[in-house]
């Protein structure tokens, strides 16, 4: 009776790529161990298959390894009946993990074999003395993961550079930090000219008036500028977990300049949480026309800041993604939601079914309280269960249960709680974004007009078009420069009001029906002639 052949997998790993350029190096010698082993079980039927299954530069601390992974892929499809190893190290150095490969092994009918440490896993005695060695290997692994961990800290406390990408300014030589000739120049000149702007902002625009890059060739970013100017290792120093030692290389910046633009950056940070006095309670649930998030967004600063919120679709740059409401302003929304939170609250139509299993006497208190009624911040976060908005209607949904616990709260004179159970209400409004002189505007409840009225502005400016080509076809102006003397306006702009009457009729149709989308103001349309997207 002949016996089944025996397929064997070879699998060769070494932990560090040094080496592996050589002609003959460690996988290979681990590869020509196992042929050999191989071919001296040939009694038994054992027969190599071609894969190799060679993992050069991978830590046997864990088992996301390619190779690994495909010879395991190809044990559970029953391509491999035993993998051959030169050492069981080199197939893992946890225990963990070696119980899950043998999982794997066992429920497949495999085995493996260390060719220099005789082991049978088919036997109790054989996988107890498997786990002792690899209980042995991990340890191993850990005492030297500490041994290096200690070097590194032991150097580092000497004021050696331990590797990693050099920091701007400076070049890594012989395993030094040395000054770079052009980029220390810069380095020097950003700390100086941050000392006299007092903003990154002002510093970034500075950086990129001179073209100045990053050692990677790429542009300079706020975050990339914060990180540089709040760098101790441009005094000379390096640190370790949250602790900097006086360093080998040479200081670029001078202590004095550095302590004054930390002394900076730091009034900046304490300015900023003084002056955020407006925290955006819709954050987390408001979302736009197409169901993105829309996020707290802030510009300018002090009297004139402004706070918006911004679809994030936009902010990540997903075009196809994007919706028609894109950005809006977060006080004027903010103050919409709230009055209808407390139009709600005083209604006695939304009151009732919600006071339905309430005392009478506490009803009554109730209802005298809530016309006087301020609502916190964060009474508003936890009422407000979600705001979509859409191009014409503002839908806020309400958290009934919060909404009576509120209720129940201030007849009971306690402090108002978060609870689990939920139920939810929606309300629909009328609302609309336009455009003004700075900014957005949003209009809002009565103030709406009828969807699909058109835009008197626009209805003016389209009929001035058509007006101006009609003189200009019908001659009685010879050409645009005479045309502009007759209306007393340059002749540039007399050239964008003529193009807005070549637009396709499709789009003017759209414009003077209201139903357009993209164009919702006079600026929009006589920009329209460079957006394809639209002309078209």
Not at 503 to 524: M, Q
């Given at each position: 009776m002949i016996n089944k052949p025996i397929r064997c997998a070879i699998y060769t790993r070494k932990s560090s790529e040094e080496g592996l350029e050589q002609d003959f190096n460690s996988l290979q010698a681990q590869r020509e161990a196992c042929e050999a082993y191989i071919k001296s079980q040939k009694s038994e039927n054992w027969i190599l298959i071609p894969t190799a299954y060679d993992d050069g530069g991978y830590s046997g601390g864990t088992l996301e390894r390619p190779a690994l992974q495909q010879l395991l892929s190809d044990v559970k499809t029953g391509k491999i009946d035993i993998i051959v190893v030169y050492k069981i190290d080199r197939l893992t150095r946890s225990l963990m993990d070696f119980s899950k490969i043998i999982e794997v092994l066992d429920a497949h009918q495999a085995s493996f074999v260390s060719i220099t440490q005789h082991f049978n896993t088919t036997t109790s005695m054989g996988r107890?003395?498997?786990?002792?060695?690899?209980?042995?290997?991990?340890?191993?692994?850990?005492?030297?993961?500490?041994?290096?961990?200690?070097?590194?800290?032991?150097?580092?406390?000497?004021?050696?550079?331990?590797?990693?990408?050099?920091?701007?300014?400076?070049?890594?030589?012989?395993?030094?930090?040395?000054?770079?000739?052009?980029?220390?120049?810069?380095?020097?000149?950003?700390?100086?000219?941050?000392?006299?702007?007092?903003?990154?902002?002002?510093?970034?625009?500075?950086?990129?008036?001179?073209n100045i890059q990053t050692s990677l060739g790429k542009p300079f970013t706020k975050i990339n500028l914060h990180r540089i100017l709040s760098n101790r290792v441009y005094i000379g120093e390096v640190g370790h977990k949250g602790i900097w030692y006086p360093g080998l290389h040479q200081a670029l910046v001078t202590t004095e300049l550095f302590a004054s633009v930390q002394q900076i950056i730091s009034d900046h940070q304490v300015n900023r949480v003084r002056h955020d006095t407006h925290p955006s309670f819709l954050a987390g649930k408001l979302f736009d026309d197409n169901g993105n998030r829309m996020s707290p967004k802030a510009s300018g600063s002090g009297s004139k800041k402004r706070r918006y919120y911004t679809s994030q679709a936009m902010i990540k740059q997903e075009r196809e993604k994007l919706g028609i409401i894109t950005q809006v302003p977060a006080g004027e929304l903010e103050n919409f939601v709230t009055q209808r939170l407390k139009e709600l609250l005083t209604s006695p139509a939304f009151l009732t079914p919600l006071l339905s299993n309430i005392h009478i006497s506490l009803q009554q208190d109730i209802k005298k309280q809530l016309?006087?009624?301020?609502?916190?911040?964060?009474?508003?976060?936890?009422?407000?269960?979600?705001?979509?908005?859409?191009?014409?209607?503002?839908?806020?949904?309400?958290?009934?249960?919060?909404?009576?616990?509120?209720?129940?709260?201030?007849?009971?004179?306690?402090?108002?709680?978060?609870?689990?159970?939920?139920?939810?209400?929606?309300?629909?409004?009328?609302?609309?974004?336009?455009?003004?002189?700075?900014?957005?505007?949003?209009?809002?409840?009565?103030?709406?007009?009828?969807?699909?009225?058109?835009?008197?502005?626009?209805?003016?400016?389209?009929?001035?078009?058509?007006?101006?080509?009609?003189?200009?076809?019908s001659g009685q102006a010879s050409s645009i420069l005479e045309l502009a003397k007759q209306e007393d306006c340059t002749d540039s702009y007399i050239s964008r009001l003529l193009e807005i009457s070549f637009l396709p009729a499709k789009?003017?149709?759209?414009?003077?029906?209201?139903?357009?989308?993209?164009?919702?103001?006079?600026?929009?349309?006589l920009k329209l002639k460079n957006d394809r997207r639209l002309s078209q």
């Amino acid at each position: 009776m002949i016996n089944k052949p025996i397929r064997c997998a070879i699998y060769t790993r070494k932990s560090s790529e040094e080496g592996l350029e050589q002609d003959f190096n460690s996988l290979q010698a681990q590869r020509e161990a196992c042929e050999a082993y191989i071919k001296s079980q040939k009694s038994e039927n054992w027969i190599l298959i071609p894969t190799a299954y060679d993992d050069g530069g991978y830590s046997g601390g864990t088992l996301e390894r390619p190779a690994l992974q495909q010879l395991l892929s190809d044990v559970k499809t029953g391509k491999i009946d035993i993998i051959v190893v030169y050492k069981i190290d080199r197939l893992t150095r946890s225990l963990m993990d070696f119980s899950k490969i043998i999982e794997v092994l066992d429920a497949h009918q495999a085995s493996f074999v260390s060719i220099t440490q005789h082991f049978n896993t088919t036997t109790s005695m054989g996988r107890l003395t498997l786990n002792m060695l690899l209980s042995f290997a991990q340890f191993e692994r850990e005492v030297t993961a500490e041994r290096i961990r200690d070097k590194y800290a032991a150097s580092k406390k000497k004021g050696m550079w331990m590797g990693g990408y050099p920091p701007f300014g400076y070049e890594r030589k012989d395993k030094k930090l040395i000054p770079h000739p052009q980029q220390a120049a810069i380095l020097k000149s950003l700390f100086k000219q941050y000392h006299s702007l007092k903003s990154v902002g002002k510093l970034l625009d500075w950086v990129r008036e001179n073209n100045i890059q990053t050692s990677l060739g790429k542009p300079f970013t706020k975050i990339n500028l914060h990180r540089i100017l709040s760098n101790r290792v441009y005094i000379g120093e390096v640190g370790h977990k949250g602790i900097w030692y006086p360093g080998l290389h040479q200081a670029l910046v001078t202590t004095e300049l550095f302590a004054s633009v930390q002394q900076i950056i730091s009034d900046h940070q304490v300015n900023r949480v003084r002056h955020d006095t407006h925290p955006s309670f819709l954050a987390g649930k408001l979302f736009d026309d197409n169901g993105n998030r829309m996020s707290p967004k802030a510009s300018g600063s002090g009297s004139k800041k402004r706070r918006y919120y911004t679809s994030q679709a936009m902010i990540k740059q997903e075009r196809e993604k994007l919706g028609i409401i894109t950005q809006v302003p977060a006080g004027e929304l903010e103050n919409f939601v709230t009055q209808r939170l407390k139009e709600l609250l005083t209604s006695p139509a939304f009151l009732t079914p919600l006071l339905s299993n309430i005392h009478i006497s506490l009803q009554q208190d109730i209802k005298k309280q809530l016309p006087q009624l301020s609502l916190p911040t964060e009474t508003r976060r936890l009422l407000v269960a979600r705001v979509d908005l859409f191009p014409n209607t503002l839908r806020l949904t309400v958290s009934l249960a919060q909404i009576r616990e509120f209720l129940l709260s201030l007849a009971e004179k306690r402090s108002f709680k978060l609870i689990s159970a939920d139920s939810l209400e929606s309300f629909e409004y009328p609302f609309q974004i336009r455009r003004a002189c700075k900014g957005k505007k949003i209009i809002l409840g009565e103030q709406c007009p009828a969807p699909n009225s058109p835009r008197v502005p626009l209805v003016r400016i389209i009929c001035q078009s058509y007006a101006l080509r009609e003189k200009l076809f019908s001659g009685q102006a010879s050409s645009i420069l005479e045309l502009a003397k007759q209306e007393d306006c340059t002749d540039s702009y007399i050239s964008r009001l003529l193009e807005i009457s070549f637009l396709p009729a499709k789009t003017i149709l759209n414009i003077l029906s209201g139903v357009s989308k993209e164009v919702l103001s006079v600026k929009d349309l006589l920009k329209l002639k460079n957006d394809r997207r639209l002309s078209q």
